[in-house]
């Protein structure tokens, strides 16, 4: 049986690092975000520090994955969901009703990288107006108040949906441990990457 | 037909602009998030808008980690310094005094806003002229139940109209997180300024640099563009 490599090391080292930070950033910002809750586990200031630090750090895995010269994968797939056909578009729009012969990510995926990658520079830059507020006018940091919560929050939600779709794909989500999907799993989910992959047959 | 399907197939970079639509997006937040959170807020009254992700909404701080709790039976004030008639108040002392009522927005330094945020309670000036403040006084500081914060105003800045004690927010007293029963409110500054856990006033010759003070904040946390005193403490800004 014919295995395809779908991610490689660096892909499946970056993703989990983000994963982790994602966790944190996520459990330590509840507590931040709705005050009642903190106290129960750490005071506040260590909440805090926690989510600031992680925060910082968060877009160095992605940054130093892409830029490195080992970043090769990670660049055709960027590539990938950088570039879309009217079909994909139109199946975005419709949810998925049309049917189409899927890339090596369906437009889903391609919209859930994109927003993460977005959204990871509003988080970082709205982070940081917050962190450093005194170098920024008062209606900015409002502003970055109010647009850092929003991102959380579609965060959250994307996060869950991405949980809950991994969940339920079970070759898909294997494929970010062991790196491979079977010929058969490609055919049906990236068909146009497994003729690519496999232009012999 | 077939150029139909060439199009389809054609591949544009559509995803790129996404990613700068969602930066363009993110900018536009933080450029005019103030305004629409003003807006929404107008329309649908704070209570509703708090439900709201990046609505009006208090975030709870505490230098400690905990909130002290003090029950109102328990609650005691002390006014001390340069006065004529140091005294311990209580809560019901204070709820027995002439009160005020203000509906005033909590800004806080670091970017939050609630609006219209109801108060009740005893202004700072009535409980100064109560003790009688020496000639010779240039400040009030103010001590907090968790003795970690501290705060002070100048002694013009202490008689304000709208600088209250206050033992009720949105008609009941003043939560625990919150930092009741009682704590200072000082609508013309940042939210820093107006003290939880109030326990005690003290007039004093020179003014205290206070805990958040001493940690890089203003001393006269006038909100940008307040008018208030004109040059509140030029020695100390």
């Known amino acids: 049986m014919v295995r395809l490599l779908r991610f490689d090391a660096v892909q499946r080292f970056v993703h989990w690092i983000n994963a982790l930070l994602f966790g944190v950033l996520i ?10 809750f903190f106290g129960v586990l750490f005071p506040r200031h ?11 750090f968060l877009p160095l895995p992605i940054l130093v994955s892409l830029l490195g010269p080992w970043g090769h994968r990670m660049r055709q797939d960027l590539h990938r969901c950088s570039y879309w056909t009217r079909s994909e578009l139109r199946w975005l729009r419709t949810f998925g009703r049309e049917r189409i012969t899927f890339d090596k990510f369906n437009p889903g995926q391609k919209a859930n990288a994109l927003f993460v990658g977005a959204g990871i520079i509003i988080m970082w830059a709205t982070g940081y107006i917050l962190q450093w507020f005194r170098f920024f006018p008062v209606s900015w940091r409002e502003g970055a108040t109010v647009t850092h919560d929003f991102f959380a929050f579609a965060f959250f939600v994307i996060v869950a949906g991405h949980v809950i779709m991994a969940l339920s794909h079970r070759e898909a989500m294997v494929s970010m441990l062991n790196g491979q999907v079977s010929e058969e799993w490609a055919e049906k989910n990236a068909k146009e990457w497994a003729d690519e992959e496999l232009p012999a047959k | 037909m077939v150029d139909e399907s060439a199009v389809n197939g054609a591949k544009t970079p559509v995803g790129r602009r996404m990613f700068l639509g969602l930066l363009a997006l993110g900018a536009a937040g933080v450029a005019f998030g103030a305004s629409v959170q003003n807006f929404v807020g107008n329309k649908l009254g704070s209570g509703l808008a708090s439900l709201l992700p990046g609505g009006d909404h208090f975030r709870i701080y505490s230098i400690t980690g905990t909130y002290p709790s003090i029950s109102t039976a328990k609650y005691q004030l002390k006014v001390s310094g340069l006065v004529d008639q140091p005294m311990t108040l209580s809560y019901a002392d204070l709820q027995a005094l002439p009160s005020i009522e203000i509906v005033k927005a909590f800004q806080c330094v670091t970017g939050w806003r609630v609006p219209n945020v109801h108060w009740k309670g005893v202004t700072l000036s009535h409980i100064l002229e109560m003790a009688g403040v020496h000639g010779d006084a240039v400040a009030v500081s103010f001590e907090s139940y968790d003795g970690a914060d501290s705060e002070s105003l100048s002694i013009d800045q202490a008689h304000l109209a709208d600088v209250i004690v206050a033992y009720e927010m949105y008609g009941a007293t003043v939560s625990r997180e919150h930092g009741g029963p009682v704590r200072l409110v000082v609508p013309e500054m940042y939210g820093y300024k107006s003290l939880k856990w109030l326990s005690g006033i003290r007039v004093m010759d020179e003014q205290l640099v206070g805990y958040w003070e ?4 203003p001393v006269n946390g006038w909100l940008d563009g307040s008018t208030g005193l004109t040059n509140p403490s030029p020695n100390l800004s």
């Not at chain 1, 459990?27 to 009642?36: H, M, R």
């Not at chain 1, 520090?49 to 925060?55: A, K, M, T």
């Not at chain 2, 001493?214 to 904040?217: C, K, L």
């Open chain 2, 214 to 217: 001493q940690n890089g904040y």
């Open chain 1, 27 to 36: 459990f330590t910002g509840i507590p931040l975000y709705f005050g009642s």
């Open chain 1, 46 to 56: 260590v909440i805090q520090e926690i989510h600031l630090w992680s925060g910082i």
